[in-house]
């Protein structure tokens, strides 16, 4: 159709429903390589530290699709992979949420090996994600869904109510260093 029906189509679907229309995501030839059938995604977690009038980054983590599957959710098969906060590499596994499998090493469909791939932008990322907290610094603790693509990190989604197992699984437990932030 030419671009005035487009136009039109749209427009009339538009008055009919409520929908949300963005920018398709393409992302960064180094995630690709990892598993190019979904948009694979950091989980960011960050903690604004009132005494400190800032935002920190805690645990990162990158979910990436697999066996096929077009999503990167840990709840739909996917891969959990912990991330080096000082470096933006990968840890040496990739998990899979209870009942889809244990720990691998390697991407199952790819073959990549997990342990010190770069990530690339990850230090940009976790700036924009604490440059982002601060305007919200009313909510304690933030999950940042941040897909990487060839000109920086693109934000998502945050999630105040996030699955942190994720995170846990991949790096540790969090209530030491969510602790040194948060006066509860």
Same mark, same amino acid.
């Given at each position: 159709?030419? @671009?005035?029906?487009?136009?039109?189509?749209? $427009?009339?679907?538009?008055? !009919?429903?409520?929908?949300?229309?963005?920018?398709? $995501?393409?992302?960064?030839?180094?995630? @690709?390589?990892?598993?190019?059938?979904?948009?694979?995604?950091?989980?960011?977690?960050?903690?604004?530290?009132?005494? !400190?009038?800032?935002?920190?980054?805690?645990?990162?983590?990158?979910?990436?699709?697999?066996?096929?599957? $077009?999503?990167?959710? *840990?709840?739909?098969?996917?891969?959990?992979?912990?991330?080096?906060?000082?470096?933006?590499?990968?840890?040496?596994?990739?998990?899979?949420?209870?009942?889809?499998?244990?720990?691998?090493?390697c991407h199952p469909d790819t073959l990549v090996e997990f342990d010190g791939y770069d990530l690339p932008f990850f230090?940009?990322?976790?700036?924009?994600?604490?440059?982002?907290?601060?305007?919200?610094?009313?909510? $304690?603790?933030?999950? *940042?869904?941040?897909?990487?693509?060839?000109?920086?990190?693109?934000?998502?989604?945050?999630?105040?109510?996030?699955?942190? @197992?994720?995170?846990?699984?991949?790096?540790?437990?969090?209530?030491?260093?969510?602790?040194?932030?948060?006066?509860?």
């Amino acid at each position: 159709m030419s @671009s005035d029906e487009a136009q039109s189509f749209l $427009v009339k679907i538009l008055k !009919q429903e409520n929908y949300l229309v963005q920018t398709l $995501v393409i992302q960064h030839d180094q995630i @690709s390589r990892l598993y190019d059938k979904s948009i694979n995604t950091l989980r960011l977690i960050t903690v604004y530290d009132a005494e !400190q009038q800032q935002a920190v980054p805690l645990s990162a983590v990158l979910r990436v699709g697999a066996h096929g599957n $077009v999503v990167d959710n *840990w709840a739909q098969g996917g891969l959990a992979i912990g991330i080096d906060m000082a470096t933006g590499k990968l840890h040496k596994y990739g998990f899979y949420k209870h009942g889809f499998g244990t720990k691998v090493t390697c991407h199952p469909d790819t073959l990549v090996e997990f342990d010190g791939y770069d990530l690339p932008f990850f230090q940009e990322a976790l700036q924009q994600a604490c440059d982002l907290h601060k305007h919200l610094h009313n909510i $304690v603790v933030i999950g *940042w869904d941040i897909a990487i693509t060839p000109q920086g990190p693109m934000f998502i989604e945050g999630n105040d109510n996030m699955e942190v @197992s994720i995170n846990q699984e991949t790096n540790g437990g969090l209530k030491k260093a969510l602790l040194k932030h948060v006066n509860y």
